[in-house]
Nanobody
Framework: QVQLVESGGGLVQPGGSLRLSCAAS????????MGWYRQAPGNQRVWVATITTSGTTLYDSSVYGRFTISRDNAKNTVYLQMNSLKPEDTAVYYC????????WGQGTQVTVSS
């Protein structure tokens, strides 16, 4: 059974940084593209970033240049480094293992506020 567990969320001031982690069990992430998504209150879940099995990274324009997705296959973990955070980045952030059958984590709350 595949499980994804996100961590690292919290309250941060505008301009601050956070690093989210997504630890996988039950499957190795090295065989899958991995993604981060977010869902703000009252909004749909939207894509933020993807890292492919070959290490290629893709970003939504709203986070390009501020967020960095990375993976450590040895630790079976995916990361999202978030810098220069803005209030509009406030959301629950979800990790996704992308494949013929996709899996989601439970999410971690990120709140950007002064």
């Amino acid at each position: 059974q595949v499980q994804l567990v996100e961590s690292g969320g919290g309250l941060v001031q505008p301009g601050g940084s956070l690093r989210l982690s997504c630890a996988a069990s039950g499957s190795t992430i090295s065989a899958s593209d991995m993604g981060w998504y977010r869902q703000a209150p009252g909004n749909q879940r939207v894509w933020v970033a993807t890292i492919t099995t070959s290490g290629t990274t893709l970003y939504d324009s709203s986070v390009y240049g501020r967020f960095t997705i990375s993976r450590d296959n040895a630790k079976n973990t995916v990361y999202l480094q978030m810098n220069s955070l803005k209030p509009e980045d406030t959301a629950v952030y979800y990790c996704k293992m992308i494949g013929r059958q996709s899996y989601w984590g439970q999410g971690t709350q990120v709140t950007v506020s002064s």
